[in-house]
């Protein structure tokens, strides 16, 4: 569809005098007063906004205030030809083209959520936007560096804090789930890493490493909201972080997010876009020689054909997932990826045989699942639910309660939406043996817990 010319903001332009030039040089330099120092527009980006495409935000405000100066008298967002309200509700959805946009649109993100705004809550997930955004991560020629010349000098003490925030924040997610520290996490980002990214000084290495921390905190963030249900929140986040580690070139964090944005479309029951994500995952890992990356990213694709109820694809998948894990210590191994253990792939590999109803099969993963770090409390709960599925698709009631009990009583000091979903399958597992003693005791506890606010 063609734009139509905004020719309110070229009435504004005539009567004021301004240049094309001259009003994006005007633009830039109320940026930098106002900590916003990466915009660089010129006459081009004018003669664009002319043409109808609508600036992102703080854009639109800062125009504003420029024209109120110029002619003396007070000057809003709607004069300029823009609607009243200049965050898009799309934000965070589009993987953006150059360095610039891309802070531009995360730190708006962080700073919509640190305000919970209504639109951003209450997102939906969206298909497209994943897929536009493993598309463009794949495809997309890198423009421009990570650089910035702002008043704020950025060097690698500020990366390794970031770096340590996201290891503590993490631990605790694993510990107590995403609804105990998301909040905190959020905020963290909007006040102590926005400003490195707008404000900051840095040359192109730096700006690379900035980035790559940047994006493995916000990818933790989305996680921690997928861990809520927060989907359409999660989604955002995770394209943003995807966009985060293109600008750093670290191609094997880009697979790992991609591999979690894949675990997160197979959790909704969209198994078709999963497995396009998770081979987009198996690129990357493959680009950046991380076996263990490429094992995640196999056994996601496996879980994606067991939904698909496509039983040999879904053995082939798990095949190449096994032989890249034994390859893991061959590649380069970052912190990123130290829970992708023997024990992790073993509870993929349970959920894989569950979906396919193979019982046995998933019992045995299951169990080797369990070998697992103390630390990892969620995951612990996920797999003895897992377990106790394998075990009732087995016909074995007794065994499946044990782990049923177990599981419940970690659930219980979990702040977590996907630990309440498990619960609740759990519970419509063992709805069939409502009868006995033991079942129906864990039916009442069960349906405590997801009652639970």
Known sequence: MEREPNRALQRLIAESGFTHKGLARRLNDLGVTRGLSGLKYDHSSVLRWIGGQRPRGPVPVLLA????????????????????????????????????EGIATVTALWRGDVERRRFLLDSTFAIGAGSTGALRWLTLPVEGHPTANGPRRVGMADIAAIKEVTRSFGELDNRFG????????????????????????????????????????????????????????????????????????DHGLGGEILAGMSHQ??????????????????LSARRAGIYALLAEAHVVEAHAHALLEDRVACGAALHEAETAFDRRETGERPDWIAYFDEAYLSAKFAHCFRDLGDGAAAVRHAQRSLDMDGRYVRGR????ALLSAGLLQSGDLEH????????LDLAVGLQSARTRSYVADLRRRLAPFAGNRTVAELDVRAGELVSAP
């Open 65 to 100: 205030e420029i024209f109120s100066l110029r002619l003396g008298r007070a000057v809003g967002v709607e004069d300029l030809g823009l609607p009243a309200v200049s965050t898009p509700t799309d934000l965070g959805q589009e993987f953006t083209h150059t360095w610039q």
């Open 178 to 249: 995403g609804g105990r520290v998301r909040s905190a996490v959020v905020k963290y980002l909007d006040t102590a890493v926005a400003p490195l990214l707008g404000e900051g000084s840095y040359a192109e290495t730096t700006g690379r490493a900035l980035a790559s921390a940047a994006a493995e905190l916000t990818r933790l963030a989305g996680w921690m909201a997928y861990d809520l249900e927060q989907h359409g929140l999660a989604q955002r986040y995770l394209i943003q972080a995807l966009r985060l580690a293109r600008e750093a070139g």
């Open 265 to 282: 479309a197979l959790y909704i029951g969209q198994p078709a876009h999963a497995l396009d994500l998770a081979r987009a995952a198996q």
């Open 381 to 384: 709960m996920f797999n003895l």
């Open 400 to 407: 499946a309660c044990v782990a049923a009990t177990e599981a």
